[in-house]
C-alpha cells in the first residue's frame, strides 16, 4: 500500500516514491511542490503567508512562502534529491473574501501568497511547470513522488492533473 502523508496548514513534508502527499483545504494559502524526477523525491509546502519578515511570531518556517521553500529543499536534498533538479508547481492562493474596499490589501492573502511563492521559487531558479492559482474556491491536493503529478481536487470546479 502506498504511504500517503498529510500535511496540514503551516506544514511541509518529503516522500520517496511511492509515497504520496496530501493537503486539504488550501484557501488562500498555497501549496509549493517540488519534485526530482531522477530520485523521484516529492516535497510539499502549505504556506500561509508570503513573508516571515513581517510577523514577530515567526518561528514555524513552514507558514512562510520565504522559509518553507528553502525547508522543503534541505529536507529533499538531505534524503538524495539534486536542487538542480527540482521543478516547482503551485495551487491555491484563492480570494476566500469579498472586499467592497479595491485598496484593502490585507484580503488579498492569495495573491500575496502566489506572488511570494513565484518570486522565492525564481529566486532560487527553480522552474514552474504548473500553476493552478487563484479564483474563489479551495483546494485539495496530492503530490505523487513516482510521477510527479500533482493533483487538483475542487468542488465545483472538477479535478485537474498539472
Do not use: W
Amino acid at each position: 500500500m502506498t504511504e500517503r502523508i498529510k500535511v496540514g496548514m503551516a506544514d511541509m513534508n518529503v516522500v520517496r516514491s511511492p509515497g504520496v502527499l496530501v493537503s486539504l483545504g488550501l484557501g488562500s494559502c498555497v501549496g509549493i511542490a517540488l519534485y526530482d524526477e531522477f530520485r523521484k523525491i516529492a516535497g510539499l509546502a502549505h504556506i500561509m503567508l508570503p513573508s516571515s519578515k513581517m510577523i514577530r511570531n515567526n518561528e514555524n518556517k513552514a507558514k512562510f512562502a520565504d522559509t518553507a521553500i528553502a525547508e522543503v529543499i534541505a529536507m529533499m536534498t538531505s534524503l538524495g534529491a539534486n536542487k538542480d533538479r527540482l521543478k516547482a508547481k503551485i495551487a491555491g492562493g484563492a480570494q476566500m473574501f469579498a472586499s467592497n474596499n479595491k485598496a484593502s490589501n490585507l484580503l488579498k492573502i492569495g495573491e500575496r501568497n502566489v506572488i511570494a511563492s513565484l518570486e522565492v521559487l525564481k529566486e532560487l531558479q527553480i522552474p514552474i511547470v504548473g500553476q493552478d492559482t487563484g479564483g474563489t474556491y479551495g483546494r485539495t491536493v496530492e503530490l505523487y513522488a513516482e510521477t510527479g503529478v500533482f493533483l487538483i481536487k475542487t468542488i465545483g470546479h472538477g479535478i485537474k492533473e498539472i
